[in-house]
């Protein structure tokens, strides 16, 4: 069987590549793919501990399940406010979107 | 294992949040029905507070923990309910007027803050991390919604974008934080966390990680620096009552989150967070109330200054005594009376022309209005911390907290904010009773709005007057979250 911390190295890399995207792209619609990323790669690590802890119950894979349920309307209303953005700015570019400084 | 699961006695135990849900759909389904200005929609939301806090009434009494220990209905749970409904009370009466100012849809806008005071409500409760995670983003992601809702207006679609990445992001590393936790411990249950935790390496890098992990992400929630950086922009430009919800409501469920998860769940290395948030306190006072002083736009110094009273709570949280979580509940009680009320100005300012949201649209206000001027210096006063104001007996019992647990240099740093603070509040009512207004001041009458007023004045004086039974009820409040 593949040992646990092959999973837990994989959700940790997943989580750094969502956090370097979500910190460094420009684009609105890129960041809320990677933090789709960092949401996933928590996914991964729960499942992966629910299945490999002794003892253990099935709350990591339910919360798995929640986490999933939330990204999604997270996802819906992350899109519709980018549209309603983009209506009035004509950009997704967040460096241009920048009326309130300071 | 915690308790069974009963379906229908579980349910009788959350019955305030399923009505408030019902209330919710209800007004969302009559939003279509109904013509917006026939006065249904707000009737209804008044309602659904005023019953839901009733039925908060019914529940108190011996603690209960309900759907296998996810649902905890104990003192904690029903104090910060009622301060969550109290903050959507004074919105939903702050809105009626100012919402047909905005030309906005009035049914749904209700039907959103309705849901988010029900994801509040759900972060109260939380006895497992994962109710509490699910409240949390039921919360956050209505306010996104209500933060976007001047849908033409840019300034609001800015807010609602870095609102929601921020809050998204964050979620991300709670979650991570969360999952950490749960590979140590196995378990989701907070209560059977800390049991576990207690025959663990405390040393542990992972523990350690998990909690840094869980302090950035209610770090973000509850705006603390170096965690701020999107506040000041979402204050300014969601629409005023949409801000005084962050504010008043939000704030208090980040502080809520964070004292169900630190204290429940992992108060044995609370020596290891006390000194991160100890930092985090410093900063978080300091920056908020220095760089509230540069502020030109009310709406803005207003986000400083909620940042540097999350800087004044955090006390309580590093002092982790009785005495200083007490302290700590009975400032966010407080601190909701003063800066609804300051809001609630700001409202009062907003007509069909003017946007009432810079500092000089407060200029000759006291000639022209000198019972509303005269509210708007007692919530200053309560703000900075000056007697008989209930800010004063707020700070009085936070700083107190720190001084008897040793914490000196805390309560110095606070009460030199605190002096710092004086200077932008009183500027504000310099600039009502010393200054002429270029033009003339106008402001929008609406009975509701006055009935607002009229209570943040009474709840700031009250509290400051004769605070003993509020503290009594922090102080109550305690049971059921630290030993």
């Known amino acids: ?102 | 294992m915690t308790a069974a699961f009963n379906p229908g006695v579980d349910t009788l135990h959350a019955l305030p949040e399923v009505f408030l849900c019902t209330m919710a759909i209800i007004v969302l389904i009559l939003s279509f029905a109904v013509p917006d200005r026939r006065g249904w929609m707000e009737g209804l939301s008044v309602a659904a507070v005023v019953g839901t806090g009733a039925l908060l009434l019914w529940q108190l009494g011996e603690p209960v923990s309900a759907f296998s220990g996810m649902y905890l209905v104990d003192n904690f749970a029903l104090f910060f309910k009622a301060v969550f409904l109290i903050s959507t009370l004074f919105v939903i009466l702050m809105s009626i007027n100012y919402l047909q100012l905005e030309r906005v849809p009035v049914g749904e806008f209700y039907a959103v803050l309705l849901f988010s005071t029900l994801g509040m409500m759900f972060i109260a409760s939380g006895g497992n991390l994962l109710s509490l995670y699910v409240g949390l983003e039921t919360m956050s992601i209505s306010i996104y919604v209500l933060a976007g809702f001047l849908k033409r207006d840019r300034k609001s679609n800015e807010a609602a974008l870095k609102y929601l990445l921020m809050g998204a992001f964050t979620s991300g590393v709670i979650l991570y934080g969360i999952a950490l936790l749960y590979g140590l411990t196995g378990t989701l249950d907070i209560k059977q966390t800390a049991a576990t935790l207690v025959q663990m390496n405390l040393s542990n890098p992972a523990l350690l990680l998990a909690m840094v992990m869980l302090t950035a992400g209610f770090g973000f929630k509850i705006a603390a620096v170096p965690f701020h950086m999107y506040v000041p922009d979402v204050y300014e430009g969601a629409m005023t009552t949409v801000t005084a919800f962050l504010a008043v409501g939000s704030e208090a469920a980040g502080v809520a989150a964070l004292l169900r998860v630190f204290l429940g769940a992992i108060p044995q290395i609370q020596g290891d967070w006390a000194v991160l948030f100890w930092i985090l306190s410093v900063l978080t006072m300091t920056v908020g109330n220095v760089l509230a002083m540069a502020q030109r736009n009310m709406k803005r110094m207003l986000a400083y200054s909620s940042i540097a009273h999350i800087g004044y709570v955090l006390i309580g949280f590093v002092v982790g005594t009785e005495q200083g979580i007490s302290a700590m509940l009975l400032y966010v009680l407080i601190y909701e009376f003063m800066t609804a009320g300051a809001f609630a100005m700001v409202i009062y300012l907003r007509t069909e022309t003017v946007k009432g949201d810079l500092i000089e649209d407060f200029a000759g206000l006291a000639r022209v209005r000198p019972v509303a001027a005269a509210a708007m210096v007692i919530f200053l006063m309560s703000l900075t911390g000056i007697p008989p104001t209930a800010g004063f007996v707020g700070k009085f019992y936070l700083f107190g907290a720190a001084i008897n647990s040793g914490y000196i240099w805390l309560a110095v740093v606070a009460a030199v904010n605190t002096a710092i603070s004086l200077f932008y509040y009183m500027r504000v009512a310099m600039v009502m009773y010393m200054l002429e207004s270029p033009g003339p001041v106008s402001v929008s009458s609406s009975r509701p709005l006055y009935a607002a007023l009229i209570f943040a004045v009474l709840g700031t004086l009250i509290m400051g007057i004769y605070p003993g039974p509020f503290l009594d009820l922090a102080q109550a409040s305690l049971m059921g979250l630290m030993k």
């Open chain 1, 1 to 102: 069987m593949i040992p646990l911390s092959y999973y837990l190295t994989l959700g940790a890399l997943l989580f750094g590549v969502g956090m370097f995207g979500a910190l460094t792209r420009r684009n609105a619609i890129a960041i809320l793919m990677a933090v789709e990323l960092m949401l996933n790669a928590v996914n991964v690590n729960f499942i992966a501990l629910s299945r490999y802890l002794p003892n253990s119950t099935l709350d990591g894979q339910v919360f798995a399940i929640f986490v999933i349920t939330v990204a999604a309307a997270e996802a819906a209303v992350g899109l519709a406010i980018v549209l309603g953005l983009y209506r009035n700015f004509k950009t997704v570019n967040v460096d241009e979107i920048n009326l309130m400084k300071w």
